[in-house]
């Protein structure tokens, strides 16, 4: 915790590559989910993968596979971003 010139505490900003592996993979899964959600409750009822060329309905599919990727680059990124808190002090 660090001290504001005004006397009240407050707390540092966390990165994200500083929350433990669980956390990281809880969101990873938490963002595929949403992926499952929108495939299951709007892309399918409203058969729009008939204009989605390679869609499997209930089965894995390339546009599962990419979002998967997507989101598997984008945690190793945001885990990977950043100065450490050492470094960004010193400045």
């Given amino acids: ?17 500083q929350l433990p592996w669980a956390v ?7 963002i595929g989910l949403t992926w499952v959600f929108i495939e299951e409750h709007i892309i399918e009822p409203l058969a729009l993968y008939k204009y989605m060329p390679f869609y499997r309905v209930g089965n894995f599919c390339i546009y599962d596979f990419t979002v998967g990727m997507i989101i598997a680059a984008g945690i190793w990124r945001a885990s990977r971003r950043g100065r450490p808190p050492a470094a960004r002090r010193a400045m």
């Fill in 24 to 30: 990281r993979i809880a969101v990873g899964l938490a």
């Fill in 1 to 17: 915790m660090s001290v504001v010139a005004d006397g009240e505490d407050c707390m540092e900003r966390l990165l994200f590559r």
